[in-house]
């Protein structure tokens, strides 16, 4: 017997993915008396996300898990790895899924400024990445090469969009300056990027260390966010 779509409220059917993350549904907050219309817009986004359910669901740290998911399953990456280090790796989501997805079979580095919770089979530090005591560190605790770096790193927004975008390329240069030092041969680098894509020059330079370089915006990415990521795999070495 063929089971009848999810509805809504509305009767409309809802949108199911393989993940099982419901689209389509809607809930609407009341805005109390003293609370400010901002906050009453993000805590709607919030519980119409249906990504932040399925990561209540599925037990990780936050909705930004399915972006790395969802790059690993168009380009491939986690498959076969033992060594990674996520720059920038609170909450600790993708650090999770690195671990699931390798069955444990890995070993994860991850850094930032913030405190995170540990993650089975992961290092984690606090430290601010851009500094040159944060690299040593890292090198100190890197034992081999490295199959991928990942980097979710962002600069804070200032609501200027070029200088957004200047700053987190900054953190992304920083990141690929680390990755080519620290990858072994056919590894791959991952990097967020806002809008405007990568730098022709960091872009050249890119494609002259790795045999394929991508633009991909993850369907976990919010459709008015202007964040996409950067994939570079084959590294030459």
């Not at 720059?87 to 390798?102: D, I, R």
């Not at 490295?146 to 600069?155: E, K, Q, W, Y």
Request: proline share 4%; charged share 25%.
């Amino acid at each position: 017997m063929t089971k009848k779509p999810k509805l809504s409220k509305t009767g409309k059917e809802r949108k199911l993915d393989p993940r099982g993350i419901v689209r389509g549904a809607k809930t609407h907050v009341k805005t109390a008396r003293y609370r400010k219309s901002s906050s009453t817009r993000w805590l709607q986004r919030q519980l119409n996300d249906p990504y932040v359910a399925a990561a209540k669901r599925d037990g990780y740290r936050s909705r930004a898990a399915y972006k790395i998911i969802e790059l690993d399953e168009k380009f491939n990456f986690l498959h076969g790895a033992k060594a990674v280090v996520d720059l920038g790796a609170a909450p600790g989501g993708w650090s999770q899924v690195a671990a699931k997805e390798c069955a444990g079979n890995i070993s994860i580095i991850g850094i930032d400024l913030l405190d995170v919770s540990p993650v089975a089979g992961a290092t984690m530090l606090k430290m601010d990445f851009t500094t040159p005591e944060a690299e040593q560190t890292l090198l100190k605790l890197i034992t081999g090469p490295i199959d991928l770096v990942m980097s979710d790193m962002a600069a804070s927004t200032t609501g200027h969009q070029n200088t957004d975008y200047i700053r987190t390329l900054g953190l992304m240069e920083l990141a690929f300056d680390f990755a080519i030092k620290v990858l072994g041969e056919d590894g791959t680098f991952i990097a967020k990027v806002f809008a405007g894509g990568t730098d022709a020059n960091i872009l050249a330079n890119l494609k002259n260390n790795f045999r394929s370089v991508r633009h991909f915006k993850p369907p976990a990415s919010r459709s008015e966010s202007k964040e996409t990521y950067l994939v570079a795999q084959g590294f030459k070495g």
